[in-house]
């Protein structure tokens, strides 16, 4: 009984051991479809047997993922771009032209400023030299012919033109030897002084080397004849004189603008009036 119980135990060893061999070559196997709950006994006790799916790869890494599968991915199709509008490269550059950035707008700014405040000073400098229309001292005032002193009489104060207006005799003018004798005339002489520019005046009743009535400069004492001729004082020469222009109807223009520097040929530059 006891030998029979021997034996028999080595068989039951080897059955168990081929049942575990042959799982074995069934999971190694490519497509064999194993139940996920058959188990077996083996040399270290009850063991389970697993599907093929649920297996790593041969590689060692997972399965793949859901998201990762081919098959489950959205297809992704190119769109094409939408159609463009055709521009010509005359547009373009036209568009470039219209196109002003902020530095050119800052250029033009600047050179709009400059050209004008340049013409602005171009336009008072032309005005000063150049004046047009200009009444009053530096123009032409006209001067009626019943202010216009009798020959040989006292000259008469022109405000508006800073001048006198003298109507001198023949060879009126001249003493001591200074100035030229000229004509009769009319004559208009600039009240300034030539020495410092103070305004001179007329004296009818000053005597002066035993003749009376004299233009005589009230600052430094300068004196002068009728015709502006300089007899006395530091003055450097006889008083300027304007231009004078009689009309036909025996009014004056007198031009303030156009000033000759006096000399001794004052007296000569009398002009004829006749009324």
Same mark, same amino acid.
């Given at each position: 009984?006891?030998?029979?119980?021997? *034996?028999?135990?080595?068989?039951? =060893?080897?059955?168990?051991?081929?049942?575990?061999?042959?799982?074995?070559?069934?999971?190694?196997?490519?497509?064999?479809?194993?139940?996920?709950?058959?188990?077996?006994?083996?040399?270290?006790?009850?063991?389970?047997?697993?599907?093929?799916?649920?297996?790593?790869?041969?590689?060692?890494?997972?399965?793949?993922?859901?998201?990762?599968?081919?098959?489950?991915?959205?297809?992704?199709?190119?769109?094409?771009?939408?159609?463009?509008?055709?521009?010509?490269?005359?547009?373009?550059?036209?568009?470039?032209?219209?196109? %002003?950035?902020?530095?050119?707008?800052?250029?033009? %700014?600047?050179?709009?400023?400059?050209?004008?405040?340049?013409?602005?000073?171009?336009?008072?400098?032309?005005? @000063?030299?150049? !004046?047009?229309?200009?009444?009053?001292?530096?123009?032409?005032?006209?001067?009626?012919?019943?202010?216009?002193?009798?020959?040989?009489?006292?000259?008469?104060?022109?405000?508006?033109?800073? @001048?006198?207006?003298? =109507?001198?005799?023949?060879?009126?003018?001249?003493?001591?030897? @200074?100035?030229?004798?000229?004509?009769?005339?009319?004559?208009?002489?600039?009240?300034?002084?030539?020495?410092?520019?103070?305004?001179?005046?007329?004296?009818?009743? @000053?005597?002066?080397?035993?003749?009376?009535?004299?233009?005589?400069?009230?600052?430094?004492?300068?004196?002068?004849?009728?015709?502006?001729?300089?007899?006395?004082?530091?003055?450097?020469?006889? %008083? *300027?004189? %304007?231009? #004078?222009?009689?009309?036909?109807?025996?009014?004056?223009? #007198?031009?303030?603008?156009?000033?000759?520097?006096?000399?001794?040929? =004052?007296?000569?530059?009398?002009? !004829?009036?006749?009324?």
């Amino acid at each position: 009984m006891t030998e029979d119980m021997t *034996d028999d135990q080595p068989t039951n =060893n080897e059955d168990a051991e081929a049942a575990d061999d042959g799982a074995a070559s069934a999971s190694a196997t490519p497509g064999t479809d194993l139940t996920p709950a058959s188990t077996g006994t083996g040399e270290g006790g009850p063991q389970t047997i697993v599907r093929s799916d649920d297996l790593p790869s041969s590689g060692g890494r997972s399965a793949r993922g859901p998201h990762m599968d081919a098959s489950r991915r959205e297809i992704v199709t190119d769109t094409p771009p939408p159609e463009r509008a055709m521009v010509t490269k005359a547009q373009r550059r036209r568009a470039q032209r219209m196109e %002003m950035t902020r530095r050119q707008l800052g250029k033009v %700014m600047f050179w709009g400023v400059f050209g004008f405040g340049l013409t602005g000073a171009l336009s008072a400098f032309l005005a @000063f030299f150049w !004046p047009r229309g200009v009444q009053g001292f530096g123009g032409k005032i006209a001067v009626a012919s019943t202010l216009v002193p009798e020959e040989g009489a006292n000259p008469i104060q022109v405000v508006l033109g800073k @001048f006198w207006l003298v =109507n001198l005799q023949e060879g009126d003018g001249t003493h001591g030897g @200074f100035g030229f004798e000229g004509d009769s005339g009319l004559l208009a002489l600039w009240w300034k002084c030539p020495h410092l520019g103070c305004t001179v005046p007329w004296k009818s009743t @000053f005597t002066f080397e035993g003749s009376q009535g004299w233009f005589r400069c009230p600052c430094h004492g300068s004196t002068y004849t009728k015709a502006g001729v300089r007899v006395f004082g530091p003055a450097p020469r006889p %008083m *300027d004189t %304007m231009e #004078v222009s009689v009309q036909a109807d025996g009014s004056l223009s #007198v031009d303030t603008g156009t000033i000759r520097k006096g000399d001794q040929d =004052n007296p000569q530059r009398t002009v !004829p009036y006749q009324i």
